[in-house]
């Protein structure tokens, strides 16, 4: 894992824009990781994935940049913080930032 002061080497950008439902978001992020298409599309399957690693194509460290956060509903906005909270920084060197 690298350092907290080092930049992430990959990053991931996804437009939810039209994001209406939870599979919208995990369709996007599970594909921009490049996970198995057998993974699930909670919480607990992206922290398994994400913070113990050896799943998905892209591993940490990285940065997930949403863009269009501000749009999406509060329950989708609740859903991405809670994520954010479970894999980023210090969990797992994974980056997120949310552009309007």
């Known amino acids: 894992m690298a350092g907290q002061g080092d930049a992430p080497e990959k990053l991931i950008i996804l437009h939810a824009t039209h ?3 939870y599979d919208d978001l995990y369709g996007a992020l599970l594909k ?4 198995p298409e057998w993974h699930g599309h909670s ?3 992206c922290v398994d994935s994400i913070v113990y690693g ?3 194509a892209v591993e940490p460290p990285f940065t997930v940049r949403i863009i269009g956060f501000s749009r999406l509903s509060s329950d989708l906005r609740s859903e991405i913080e809670l994520l954010k909270s479970e894999t980023g920084r210090p969990v797992a060197d994974v980056l997120w930032e949310f552009v309007l």
């Open 54 to 56: 050896d799943m998905n």
């Open 43 to 45: 919480i607990n399957a």
């Open 19 to 21: 994001w209406k439902t």
């Open 32 to 35: 921009a990781l490049g996970a």
